[in-house]
């Protein structure tokens, strides 16, 4: 049978003509692919200036003795992205109604859909994990000292982050709707309830009314899958912009060189 021909190379794909001096011999598909992959990172850079802003983020001098205990928040980070993407295709099962079956569609995905019982895993094991790296990252920021002046309002940003973390975890406990996850929530919303002035509108709030219902399992799903995960980015984002900013904190135990320019002389 005869053969199709090959169809041709897109102009984009082909490396560019050979500069003087150079061997102008056929260039090979792995010279090929990073001309395709820089043309595409030009065409983008041209418009948008993008890679000043990635290098900005991205290469920046760490101070000396800089260790492992400065990874705690990248963990963190990578805590919540798991449960960013594992939570999408939960929710691609999870039906919210008391009625309409949020039970049923949690045994569903753990018992019947292809690799359910992993997601839904990685899912409630990545909650607990979160926790624990957040708290770490907290103490290694308080041990070193890193909330100090420039740093307070990075602070201040992590401890917004440790309320809403909780907030996640207090929100999707309600979701599977069991005996224990529906008494273990009206036992914490009425603990909510007892807070000093905002407290009973605050419980009015979580239960979408006076009494537990329907309402109220719609009203923890939105909270817990779209606004607190969306303030979570928003906040992360200007966390790490302020990383890259102001810079780490030296470890505590490192000296600064003496500089003897600096050094009074008295006259
Ligand atoms: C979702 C939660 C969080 C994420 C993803 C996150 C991420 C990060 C990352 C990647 C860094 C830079 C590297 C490092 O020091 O680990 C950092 C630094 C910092 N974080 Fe967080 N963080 C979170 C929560 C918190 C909390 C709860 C606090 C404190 C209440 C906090 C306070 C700080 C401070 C003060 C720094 C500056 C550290 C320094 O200058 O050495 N962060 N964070």
């Keep these: 049978m005869p053969k ?10 082909k490396s560019p003509p050979p500069r003087p001096g150079e061997s102008g011999g056929p260039a090979s598909p792995v010279d090929q692919a990073i001309a395709a992959r820089n043309s595409v990172v030009d065409w983008v850079d041209e418009r948008t200036s993008l890679t000043g802003a990635v290098r900005w983020m991205m290469f920046r001098k760490v101070p ?6 400065y990874t705690l928040g990248s963990a963190t980070m990578f805590a919540f992205l798991n449960q960013a993407v594992t939570g999408v295709f939960l929710a691609m099962y999870y039906r919210p109604s008391p009625a309409g079956g949020a039970y049923e569609s949690i045994r569903y995905i753990t018992n019947d859909v292809f690799l359910g019982a992993f997601v839904r895993g990685m899912h409630k ?3 607990t994990v979160m926790v624990v790296l957040i708290f770490l990252h907290m103490a290694r920021t308080f041990f070193f000292g890193a909330y100090k002046y420039p740093r307070e309002l990075n602070w201040v ?7 809403l973390t909780m907030v ?19 036992v914490g919303v009425n603990i909510n309830g007892t807070g000093p002035l905002i ?34 980015a928003a906040l992360i984002g200007a966390h790490l912009y302020l990383v890259a900013k102001l810079g780490t904190t030296a ?17």
């Design 64 to 69: 000396k003795g800089t260790n492992w205990f």
């Design 199 to 232: 407290g009973p509108y605050l419980s009015d709030f979580l239960r979408a009314g006076p009494e537990f219902g329907a309402d109220t399992l719609s009203r923890f799903y939105a909270i817990h899958m779209m606004l607190v995960p969306g303030a979570i």
């Design 4 to 13: 199709l021909p090959a169809p041709p190379v897109p102009s984009s794909l």
């Design 251 to 267: 470890p505590p135990w490192t000296k600064a060189q003496k500089n003897p320019k600096l050094r009074r002389t008295e006259a």
């Design 125 to 127: 094991w990545g909650a």
């Design 157 to 163: 940003i992590g401890v917004a982050l440790l309320i």
């Design 168 to 186: 996640m975890g207090f929100t999707g406990y309600l979701l599977p709707f069991d005996e224990r996850s529906y008494w273990a929530t009206v």
